[in-house]
């Protein structure tokens, strides 16, 4: 069953530092999300991305953060100048076309910044 | 804005007991709702959803959901509950905005099964 996968599966930064978080939605699906959930809250959106742009944002995606897709298939988020309180699981999510469909999950990278 | 609300933070149930899990939404036309669930450590599954037609999805593990429009709510149901059911649910809201569709969570609900 084809699934979305996340590279790392957990990491640690110094604070201040840059991260690239990686996903590598399915392979045929057109829309491309992150969220973020810190540690005990709630399941937050931060970016959808559909047709080499961003097509949606939160105001949690502020230019501290980027998208982009640079080859095709891998999907990256990244964090500059890490603060302790980006310290989250960042789940990438992907769907196919249409106007409705399930967003899949992946297992997500796990972000600790000291 | 589209949002959820998922008014039990924990619920506990005794095995073998039957669920509901609460969810209610706010969307200004039909939504698009489904229900996830992740275990601890774990990425997100989805459970079930509703796009349209019958009111009453079901969904795998044994999970059903009935969407009630007048009420605005999408109540997450089993029979009978398993041990291995234990787990965080987030009731999810998509929306439709010139296909860029957004799915918004509840904040969740912890079940804890005892024997």
Known sequence: EPEVTQTPSHQVTQMGQEVILRCVPISNHLYFYWYRQILGQKVEFLVSFYNNEISEKSEIFDDQFSVERPDGSNFTLKIRSTKLEDSAMYFCASRGGGIAGELFFGEGSRLTVL | ?115
């Open chain 2, 1 to 115: 804005a589209q949002s959820v609300t998922q008014p039990d933070i924990h619920i506990t149930v005794s095995e073998g007991a039957s669920l509901e899990l609460r969810c209610n939404y706010s969307y200004g036309a039909t939504p698009y709702l489904f229900w996830y669930v992740q275990s601890p450590g774990q990425g997100l599954q989805l459970l079930l959803k509703y796009f349209s037609g019958d009111t009453l999805v079901q969904g795998i593990k044994g999970f059903e959901a009935e969407f009630k429009r007048s009420q605005s709510s999408f109540n997450l149901r089993k029979p009978s509950v398993h041990w291995s059911d234990a787990a965080e649910y987030f009731c999810a809201v998509g929306s439709s905005s010139g296909g860029y569709q957004k799915v918004t969570f509840g904040i969740g609900t912890k079940l804890q099964v005892i024997p």
